[in-house]
């Protein structure tokens, strides 16, 4: 559905993108996670046709974007971070609006415009000026109105910062609908619970580049990541600390907090509860660090996702 190859885009002397290539299948969400001037925003600029490549080639539902973006902008739908509506249009007016670019037929698109609504839950609020709406109700019109053509790609830059958790929940349902229905997402984001709730693969920039990409197991795998069993101790002594390492060979510890690391936490737990008490040790606290995106960026870049 979606290929890009080789794609590079400088402003002035800084190289937002440095020749990144990546393939979406159809019907797939795929996600690009990195910190703020990664090149997410750009990438997605650039595959909406808002900003012209530098360099390399995308093709979107068999089109190429520089020879036909025409065709490209038909099977897109755009959810861009900043609110792009009329503050003193309506919420009706604003879809007609936006709808009325796509040349849908005005009987046809007033009653996709009443769907949307009430698929994000403001159709009561339709006639009501776009000002007196929340910053979750106008992100809602904002996702809404990326829909009204009924595209075969949708591209979500970080839709749900900044809002209440009811419109985030609602908006979530509405991804998942939307995914459901067969329509390929690319979805950029800073809440790594987002893109482990809803990303088939996820691909990590960072300064330009994408350093990783896959699924979440193919991304643990790519950063040699193993889970890890914090245990506490109130007893420990040289001679304890001797025996734990004789047992447990892939561990750090720090004073008398163990990080004993393991492919399998769960599976690995009871064993460890286990030789500890044969030991002697007595434990004071256990908690289990699982592997996620923000631990795996960490491990790839050094840095933190949000930085």
């Known amino acids: 559905m979606i290929s890009v190859s080789n794609l590079a885009k400088n402003y002035g002397a800084v190289q937002a993108l440095k020749g990144i290539s990546f393939d979406i299948r159809k019907g797939e969400f795929y996600g690009l ?6 090149g997410k925003t750009t990438t997605i600029s650039i595959m909406s046709t808002i900003v012209k490549p530098g360099g390399g080639s995308v093709s979107i539902a068999g089109n190429d974007l520089l020879t036909n973006p025409i065709a490209c902008k038909k099977a897109i739908g755009v959810v861009p971070q900043e609110i792009a509506l009329y503050n003193d249009l ?30 994000f839950g403001l159709y009561d609020r339709r006639n009501d000026k776009i000002k007196t709406y929340s910053g979750g109700m106008k992100r809602r019109i904002n996702i809404a109105s990326a ?3 009924h595209p075969q790609v949708l591209f979500f830059d970080e839709p749900t910062v900044g809002i209440d958790p009811q419109s985030r929940n609602l908006i979530y349902e509405v991804i998942e609908k939307l995914h459901n229905d067969g329509i390929t997402i690319v979805y950029t984001t800073h809440y790594m619970e987002e893109a482990e709730r809803f990303c088939d693969r996820i691909g990590i920039m960072d300064n330009g580049q994408i350093i990783a990409q896959g699924t979440l197991d193919e991304l643990k795998a790519t950063a040699a990541m193993k889970e890890a069993i914090i245990v506490t101790f109130s007893n420990l002594t040289d001679e304890y600390l001797e025996r734990v390492c004789a047992f447990w060979k892939d561990l750090k510890h720090t004073g008398s907090v163990f990080h004993f690391y393991s492919s399998s936490a769960k599976k690995d737990l009871s064993a460890i509860i286990v030789q500890c008490n044969d030991i002697g040790l007595d434990i004071s606290n256990i908690e289990i660090q699982k592997t996620n995106l923000e631990t795996i960026f960490l491990s790839l870049t050094g840095k933190q996702l949000r930085d």
Not at 33 to 38: D, I, K, V
Not at 95 to 119: A, C, H, Q
């Open 147 to 149: 829909l009204l053509h």
């Open 90 to 119: 309506s919420a009706y007016d604003n879809l007609m609006f936006w709808g009325s670019l796509y040349n849908v037929p005005k009987p046809e698109l007033r009653s996709r415009i009443d769907g949307t609504l009430k698929l």
């Open 33 to 38: 996670l990195g910190p703020n001037g990664a």
